[in-house]
């Protein structure tokens, strides 16, 4: 039972960290990647490649799911010397930027990965936080409260 938690908890964990770096800004994991020095070799078990998805959608994030459209992304794999696989998704056309993700998820899986997380991940979501605060702040500024004034003539 316990083995099944920890997979569970990796597994979430990971999820995560895919997100976080499917959602970065462009250029910004390699940044990050390059400032802490050597990027370790590795083998592709599939080159960067552009296809689509088709994006789903839900009526007030509780209805019937819907085809919303679809979106361009960059997937790739690769294979670190050591022997860990790792994965990138991203958005958009950018071969790059799939590359650095997914050699940040492989490097996750290694000895290294406090280093990593700390030197790409937190900066990453720091900056996510930021972003996301500074549209909710935005969006505050134009909230309009509604009241009805009691005339009195009952």
């Avoid at 569970?8 to 990971?14: C, G």
């Avoid at 088709?54 to 010397?81: D, H, I």
């Avoid at 991940?121 to 309009?144: F, G, I, Y």
């Amino acid at each position: 039972m316990r083995e099944v938690v920890e997979m569970e908890d990796h597994t979430s964990a990971r999820q995560g960290w895919m997100g976080l770096l499917a959602k970065a800004p462009e250029g910004r994991i390699a940044e990050l990647l390059d400032a802490r020095g050597d990027r370790p070799g590795h083998d592709w078990l599939r080159a960067p490649e552009i296809g689509s998805v088709m994006v789903r959608g839900r009526t007030g994030g509780t209805g019937a799911p819907f085809n919303l459209g679809e979106m361009t992304v960059t997937r790739c794999t690769l294979k670190l010397a050591s022997g860990e696989v790792g994965h990138g998704y991203v958005q958009g056309r950018r071969k790059a930027c799939a590359t650095a993700a997914a050699l940040v998820d492989a490097l996750m899986q290694t000895e290294c990965a406090d280093a990593i997380r700390r030197a790409v991940l937190v900066p990453l979501d720091e900056e996510q936080a930021a972003r996301r605060a500074t549209r909710a702040s935005k969006a505050a500024a134009t909230k309009v409260d509604f009241f009805t004034m009691v005339r009195g003539e009952d």
